[in-house]
C-alpha cells in the first residue's frame, strides 16, 4: 500500500485536454489520475478514485497535452554536446515541453569509430547510457549506429540482440549508394531495429547528397529531415517522397522551413497527416534549439493552416506509433508524461489553440515524465497567462 501511495499524482482544473491522437486530437475531460508511473484514469474529477493520492496538481485551467517528442537528435553523453560545446541541451528542451528525444545517430562523439567493430561497441554503450542515465528525467532514446561498407546481416543481428532499436540516419557513413542501403535497412528490420534516412544535400561538412531515387529505393521507415539538413531537396523530389511511399515525413527545425510547408501541405492533400513527425536535427550546425517543437508546431499550425491540436500530434500522438513508444497520448495505461501549458501573456490569441494557430509560443508551466514532476514554469518559453499549483503533496 505504501507504494502505490507514494506513486498517485492527480491533475486536476485541466481547461483543455490534448490527446495527441490525430484521430482525435481534443477529449472532454477536466482530471488525470496518474499511478505508478502511468496514466490510470481520465474524467472529471468527481468520478476519479482520488485515494491516497498524494501529489495533487490544479492546472488552473491551462492545456495538458502529453510530453513533447523529438524525433531527431545527435547526442552524444549526458547532457553534453560537443557540437557547440554546450551542456545541459537536454535539460533546456524540457523546458520546451519535450519529454522524449529519438536519436538520429550519435554522430558528434569526438573520434567516433568507423570500423565495423567500434560502431557496433559504442551503438550499444550510447543505448546503455541512455537507458541508465536520463538528463533531467528526459528519456534518450540512444544507440543508433551509423552503418558503414561491409555490414553484413549477422551484425544488426548482433546488434538488436545486444538491445539497438535504431540505426541512425542512413547516409552519413560510407553507406551512400542506394543497393547498399537498401540491403542494410532491410537487414535492420528483420531484426526489428528502425532505420531513418538523411534527406537532402550535406548538412554539415562531411555528410552528403541523398536524393529522392536513393530515399525511394533504400525504403527506410523515416524520410529524417523531408525538408534537408538547413539544404532541401528540389520541391517536385520532396513531393515525389510524400506521394510514392508510405513511411514516416519526419520535418525539423533545423531544415529548410519552406520545404517543410510543402511537405505538410503535400500530406495533408493525400489526407495522410497521421504520417508527419517532427524533430530538431540539433545540435546541428545551427545550434540547439530548447524551443525548436513547439515553434515547429506553430509553424506548422499558423502557416500550414493545420488546426493546432493537429500539430501538437505531429510532436506527440504520431510519433509515439510510428516509434512504438508508450507515451505521447493521453490514454490509460501509457507513460504519464505531459506537459501543461497555457497562451503566453499578451499574445493576440484568444485561447492557447487560438494563439498557437496565429504563430506564437504557448508558455509551459510546468513538465512530468513517468508521472513525476521534471520542471515548473519553463526558463525558456514566453510566461504563460496561467500558471498550474502545487497544491498538496502528502
Ligand atoms: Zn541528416
Request: with cysteine; hydrophobic share 40%.
Amino acid at each position: 500500500m505504501q507504494a502505490e501511495k507514494t506513486d498517485r499524482l492527480l491533475i486536476h482544473n485541466i481547461g483543455l485536454l490534448l490527446s495527441g491522437d490525430i484521430k482525435e486530437p481534443l477529449l472532454a475531460a477536466d482530471s488525470i489520475l496518474c499511478a505508478n508511473g502511468v496514466i490510470e484514469s481520465i474524467g472529471k474529477k468527481s468520478e476519479l478514485s482520488t485515494h491516497n493520492v498524494h501529489t495533487v496538481v490544479d492546472a488552473k485551467g491551462c492545456a495538458v497535452a502529453p510530453g513533447l517528442i523529438d524525433s531527431h537528435v545527435h547526442p552524444a553523453a549526458g547532457d553534453w554536446t560537443p557540437r557547440q560545446s554546450q551542456l545541459n541541451w537536454i535539460d533546456s528542451s524540457l523546458h520546451g515541453g519535450v519529454t522524449a528525444m529519438i536519436s538520429a545517430g550519435e554522430v558528434h562523439l569526438p573520434g567516433r569509430p568507423k570500423d565495423i567493430v567500434g560502431l557496433k561497441a559504442m551503438a550499444i554503450a550510447s543505448q546503455r547510457w541512455f537507458e541508465n542515465f536520463r538528463p533531467s528525467g528526459v528519456k534518450v532514446i540512444a544507440g543508433a549506429p551509423i552503418i558503414e561498407q561491409g555490414m553484413e546481416e549477422e551484425d544488426f543481428r548482433q546488434l538488436a540482440e545486444a538491445g539497438v532499436t535504431l540505426l541512425g540516419e542512413v547516409g552519413l557513413g560510407s553507406v551512400k549508394a542506394a543497393a547498399e542501403a537498401k540491403q542494410m535497412v532491410s537487414w535492420a528490420r528483420k531484426y526489428g531495429i528502425q532505420s531513418t534516412i538523411h534527406t537532402g544535400g550535406p548538412s554539415i561538412p562531411g555528410s552528403g547528397l541523398i536524393d529522392k531515387d536513393v530515399v525511394l529505393e533504400a525504403d527506410a521507415d523515416v524520410i529524417g529531415h523531408i525538408n534537408g539538413g538547413h539544404t532541401a531537396l528540389p520541391d517536385d523530389q520532396i513531393v515525389c517522397l510524400c506521394e510514392q511511399c508510405k513511411n514516416a515525413i519526419e520535418i525539423v527545425h533545423n531544415g529548410n522551413e519552406r520545404s517543410g510547408l510543402l511537405a505538410l501541405r503535400t500530406a495533408k492533400e493525400l489526407g495522410e497527416l497521421h504520417r508527419v513527425i517532427l524533430g530538431t536535427d540539433g545540435p546541428a550546425g545551427s545550434g540547439v534549439q530548447p524551443l525548436g517543437i513547439l515553434r515547429m508546431v506553430a509553424l506548422l499550425s499558423s502557416l500550414g493552416d493545420v488546426p493546432a491540436e493537429t500539430a501538437f500530434c505531429f510532436a506527440t500522438g504520431n510519433t509515439a506509433r510510428i516509434r512504438k513508444l508508450n507515451n505521447g497520448i493521453v490514454e490509460c495505461g501509457r507513460a504519464a508524461d505531459l506537459v501543461i501549458m497555457d497562451k503566453a501573456q499578451h499574445s493576440a490569441g484568444s485561447d492557447l489553440l487560438n494563439s498557437v494557430q496565429l504563430g506564437d509560443l504557448p508558455g509551459i508551466g510546468m513538465t512530468i515524465i513517468d508521472g513525476v514532476i521534471r520542471s515548473h514554469r519553463s526558463r525558456n518559453t514566453p510566461p504563460a497567462t496561467r500558471l498550474p499549483e502545487l497544491t498538496s503533496v502528502s
